[in-house]
């Protein structure tokens, strides 16, 4: 199995968490996001959007990494990641959704601004991380009430749902922008939880 992606990428963190969460060792394959590698017509051969990660299992190609992650879940052994129960699994799929539709996209705009654009020797626009604040909030704070006494998103155990939440919140720290996280005791009791895995640890670590 191999795995085409940047250490720093978020999507590609989620597939990497994954795999260190079913002890899966894999081939990767460094794709420099930062020199263009993405955009260059042997990489869009394999992922037409040019972004990463790509999986590459026996020859089975799959970009994605919301489809990589369950794939990956469904393949190998190890410690299931998906609820077997239908609801738990709907709950799951709904968690993956908010992150997809909500958290992420706001998150992002933080992230960008100010810590990816200082990183490019540019200005960050604070204008732009405030509407990324005011986009974030409501979507923590449905996190906040969803987890209050709850230890994971989906209430049977840790699932796929929470690791993709994982490498935005790591980035929004970064980003200087943990007191959004810190502020909600059940959100920073959960990121404390899941952040202290030892496949998160292993990924970004
Ligand atoms: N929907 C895609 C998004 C992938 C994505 O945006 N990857 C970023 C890194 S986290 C990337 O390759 N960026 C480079 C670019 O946009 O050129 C997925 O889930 O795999």
């Known amino acids: 199995m191999k795995v085409y992606s940047h250490p720093g990428s978020t999507c590609g963190r989620k597939v990497m ?12 394959e460094l794709v420099d996001i930062m020199k263009g590698a993405q955009k260059k017509p042997e990489f869009l051969a394999l992922q037409p959007f040019g972004v990463v990660p790509v999986l590459d299992d ?3 190609v799959l970009y994605e990494s919301r489809a990589i992650i369950r794939y990956l879940d469904q393949k190998l052994p190890g410690v299931a990641l ?7 699994r709907a709950r799951m799929e709904q968690w993956f959704s908010v992150e997809q539709s909500y958290v992420s996209p706001a ?11 200082p990183m490019q020797g540019r200005e960050p626009d604070q204008s732009l991380i405030e509407a990324g604040k005011a986009d974030l909030t409501r979507g923590l704070d449905v996190l906040e009430k969803a987890l209050n006494g709850q230890e994971y998103l989906v209430a049977s155990g840790f699932s796929l749902a929470d690791i993709t939440y994982m490498p935005y919140f790591a ?3 970064a980003a200087n922008a943990g007191d959004l996280i810190t ?5 920073s009791a959960w990121w404390s939880r899941i952040s202290a895995r030892p496949s998160w640890k292993k990924v970004a670590g």
């Open 17 to 28: 968490t994954v795999l260190a969460e079913k002890g899966h060792e894999v081939e990767f």
């Open 171 to 173: 980035y929004l720290f």
């Open 107 to 117: 998150a992002m705009k933080i992230i960008m601004q100010a810590l990816f654009a």
């Open 82 to 88: 998906t609820p077997s129960d239908a609801k738990d």
């Open 58 to 60: 026996d020859g089975f």
């Open 183 to 187: 502020a909600r005791p059940n959100v």
